[in-house]
């Protein structure tokens, strides 16, 4: 069997560096670029995508070249550690609108400035990160006022609720996109009799709140004898168009009574 090797690529806040190994560990290479910050003013610098796609080429053709001049081994396996807080958001293709901004960017403390109390106060309990610039809700909530056509309020409401699923701003969009959005679920993974009950407990749920909505959404799991996991996933892709989302009552919370039923109405009619 030909010899493998094994590669480590850190995109770090000074370079971007790779590594490659032979599977016992030793160090062939080493190669590294420095990372293409654009630097602005008052500290800010961000990262273009075609900037930090360039760096990347340039980074593997280099240490290909250097490769092929020791071994003719081939790599197999190719690990990536990116820089904490520093994220991309993408559109529905993937592709980039905006830059990625460095975590000590400054950009975003404004806004952050001006979330609700409550929120300021809980932020650091709920998700173990200080709000501030450096966190990625901050470079969002800047990205927000620049021109992201999304509701300011209802970002900053879902933060807390979002924030917990995600690792870096450019999960943001993914995760909380059928707040902004209308979604189109999969009617193989939907069930037009949990729906039909679900309709109800929402339309009943006073107050409107994630905690009324639990209490009645746990109601139609006992009544048809399912487990929750069993009955609240055809409510959740129903409402968020995916099996994986923000908390499911808090999520029926943000998008509305209205607009929550009209999206399990439509559902189960797919469903039927």
Known sequence: MAARLVAGMDLGSTSMKLLVCDEDGAELLVEEVPTPWRAGPGGAADLPADCLVAAVGQLLAGASRELAARTDARVTALAIAGMGETGMVVDEGGTPVAPAFAWFDPRGAAQVAAFPAEVRAQFAGR????????????????????????????VRRSVPVVQEKIA?????????????????????????RVLAEAERAI????????????????SVAERLELKPREAFQPIRVAVTGSKISPGLFESIELLG????????????????
Request: glycine residues 8%; aromatic residues 10%; without cysteine.
């Open 127 to 154: 998700t173990g990160l200080p709000l501030g610039p450096q966190a990625s809700v901050a470079k969002l909530a800047y990205l927000r006022e620049q021109g992201y056509d999304w509701d300011e309020a209802l």
């Open 168 to 192: 870096t701003l450019a999960e943001y969009p993914g995760f909380a996109g059928f707040l902004f959005q209308d979604v189109e679920p999969d009617p193989a993974l939907l069930d037009a």
């Open 203 to 218: 339309e009943e749920a006073e107050p409107f709140t994630a905690d009324a909505i639990e209490q009645g959404l746990r």
């Open 257 to 272: 009574r209205e607009q929550s039923l009209a999206r399990i109405r439509r559902a189960r009619e797919a469903s039927a």
